[in-house]
C-alpha cells in the first residue's frame, strides 16, 4: 500500500485520489473496445425524497457501486486504423471523512479488466507486479456549499496528488458530487500523461499507445 500526501492546493473533498489509478490504463496489446461514457454521476440512483437525515458531515464508506475507468487510444499494428483501449475496476475501496476533512482510497490495479485477457496480463504482471494497489489520501477540503446538504450537486476542480509505482504527481482533476440522505456520490474526470508518473508509453512491435490516459471514476460512499 503507497501512502501519498496531498497537494498543497486546493482539494476536493474526497478523492481526486483516484488519479492514481489513471496511470495503470496502460493498456497494451490486445483487442479493443470502444470507450463508453457510463460512469456519468447519471448512473448513481436518483437522490432520495426529503433532506431531514442530509448534513454535510460524518464518515462515508467508498465501495459497492463505485468503478473507475481508464481509456488510452491504441494502434495494434494487425489492424489499419487505431481504436481505444478501455480498462475498468470496481474494486475501490476507502473513507470520506466529511467532518474531519480528509478522505483516502484504495484501488486495486490488478482487477483492472478489458475486452482482453492478454491486455489484463500485461497490465497486473508487467506494469505492476510488486505495487497491486494504488493509494490516495486527501488532507484538505474545498468549500462546500449549504446547497449541497440539501441534495443539489456540487461542481468544482481540484488538485490532486497521486501516486504509483512510488512516484508523487499533482493533476488537475474535475469533479461533481451529490449527497442523499445516506450515501455519497462523486464524479472524477481527468487526463494525465505517462512522463507525470515517470513512464513511457507502452510500444512494441505489435502495438504503439498514444502519451495520454483519459480516466472517469465514479464513486459511491455509504454513511
Not at 496502460?26 to 426529503?50: H, K, W
Request: hydrophobic share 40%.
Amino acid at each position: 500500500m503507497i501512502q501519498i500526501q496531498s497537494g498543497p492546493r486546493n482539494r476536493v473533498f474526497f478523492i481526486s485520489a483516484l488519479l492514481a489509478l489513471t496511470a495503470l490504463v496502460v493498456a497494451a496489446c490486445g483487442e479493443t473496445e470502444p470507450a463508453t461514457d457510463d460512469t456519468a454521476l447519471a448512473t448513481a440512483p436518483p437522490p432520495t425524497a426529503g433532506t431531514a437525515d442530509r448534513s454535510v458531515s460524518g464518515v462515508y464508506t467508498v465501495g459497492s457501486g463505485s468503478e473507475a475507468t481508464f481509456t488510452v487510444n491504441e494502434k495494434l499494428s494487425r489492424l489499419p486504423l487505431p481504436s481505444d483501449a478501455v480498462l475498468r475496476t470496481g474494486d475501490i475501496s476507502g473513507e470520506i471523512d466529511l467532518s474531519g476533512g480528509t478522505a483516502s482510497l484504495v484501488i486495486n490495479l490488478h482487477a483492472l479488466r478489458s475486452d482482453s485477457t492478454r491486455r489484463d496480463g500485461y497490465v497486473r504482471d508487467r506494469m505492476f507486479p510488486g505495487q497491486p494497489e494504488a493509494t490516495i489520501s486527501i488532507g484538505e477540503f474545498p468549500e462546500i456549499p449549504d446547497s449541497f446538504a440539501s441534495g443539489e450537486s456540487f461542481t468544482s476542480t481540484v488538485i490532486a496528488t497521486v501516486n504509483v509505482n512510488g512516484t508523487d504527481a499533482d493533476i488537475e482533476f474535475e469533479i461533481e458530487a451529490r449527497l442523499d440522505p445516506d450515501r455519497l456520490f462523486v464524479l472524477i474526470t481527468g487526463d494525465f500523461v505517462w512522463a507525470d508518473f515517470g513512464m513511457t508509453a507502452p510500444v512494441s512491435g505489435l502495438f504503439v499507445v498514444t502519451d495520454e490516459v483519459h480516466v472517469e471514476v465514479l464513486v459511491a460512499a455509504v454513511r
